[in-house]
T-cell receptor, first 115, second 112 residues
Framework: GAGVSQSPSNKVTEKGKDVELRCDPI?????LYWYRQSLGQGLEFLIY????????KSGLPSDRFSAERTGGSVSTLTIQRTQQEDSAVYLC?????????????FGPGTRLTVT | KQEVTQIPAALSVPEGENLVLNCSFT??????LQWFRQDPGKGLTSLLL?????REQTSGRLNASLDKSSGRSTLYIAASQPGDSATYLC???????????FGKGITLSVRP
């Protein structure tokens, strides 16, 4: 079946502009996660959606970052007034509880470059 | 707070060698541990997930073990091939939530 998809695959933007990154999870997966991967920092958790519960936003680095998940499916990560330190690969993952565990499946990522 | 460490950061071996990649974590009350592979410019591919009640999992030439008491997991790769060259990451959930804390990965190069 189809895996997690993300768009765009690459995004170059000017400092100060807003960007939107999209994630389409695997159908039926109730949990959706956003992570950021940058040089020297490794993979960092950003935000987590689980069903209809309030999202866990504890990993968002600043109030310029926000995310929503509409209809329990597609998610959009928005970065306002982008800064050069926002340059990274943004990865989305989805999972569903099976056998007592949430095994996460990742998309190919969006590479964001802020110039 | 869960912290995950992978040492060394890079490893180069000749083709055919059996090798072990190490992962250590600080919170032994983990629910599971997941190993991933990442090819350059690509996303993460899940290799193996070991539940807290399990000691190991196997898939083909890969075997992952989990020792909660010592805070360690190992990924064993048998008869390594150049196609195994990639970055290998381990990750464990942060507390009861399923969000993952990742190690920084081990970049493996298998020389023909």
């Amino acid at each position: 079946g189809a895996g997690v998809s993300q768009s765009p695959s690459n995004k170059v933007t000017e400092k100060g502009k807003d960007v939107e990154l999209r994630c389409d999870p695997i159908s039926g997966h109730t949990a959706l996660y956003w992570y950021r991967q940058s040089l020297g920092q490794g993979l960092e958790f950003l935000i987590y959606f689980q069903g209809n519960s309030a999202p866990d936003k504890s990993g968002l680095p600043s109030d310029r970052f926000s995310a929503e998940r509409t209809g329990g499916s597609v998610s959009t990560l928005t970065i306002q007034r982008t800064q050069q330190e926002d340059s990274a690969v943004y990865l989305c993952a989805s999972s569903v509880l099976a056998g007592g565990v949430y095994e996460q499946y990742f998309g190919p990522g969006t590479r964001l470059t802020v110039t | 707070k869960q912290e995950v460490t992978q040492i060394p950061a890079a490893l180069s071996v000749p083709e055919g060698e059996n090798l072990v990649l190490n992962c250590s974590f600080t919170d032994s009350a983990i629910y599971n541990l997941q190993w991933f592979r990442q090819d350059p410019g690509k996303g993460l591919t899940s290799l193996l997930l070991i539940q807290s009640s399990q000691r190991e999992q196997t898939s083909g030439r890969l075997n992952a073990s989990l020792d909660k008491s010592s805070g360690r997991s190992t990924l064993y790769i048998a008869a390594s091939q150049p196609g195994d060259s990639a970055t290998y990451l381990c990750a464990a959930p942060t507390g009861a939530n399923s969000k993952l804390t990742f190690g920084k990965g081990i970049t493996l190069s298998v020389r023909p």
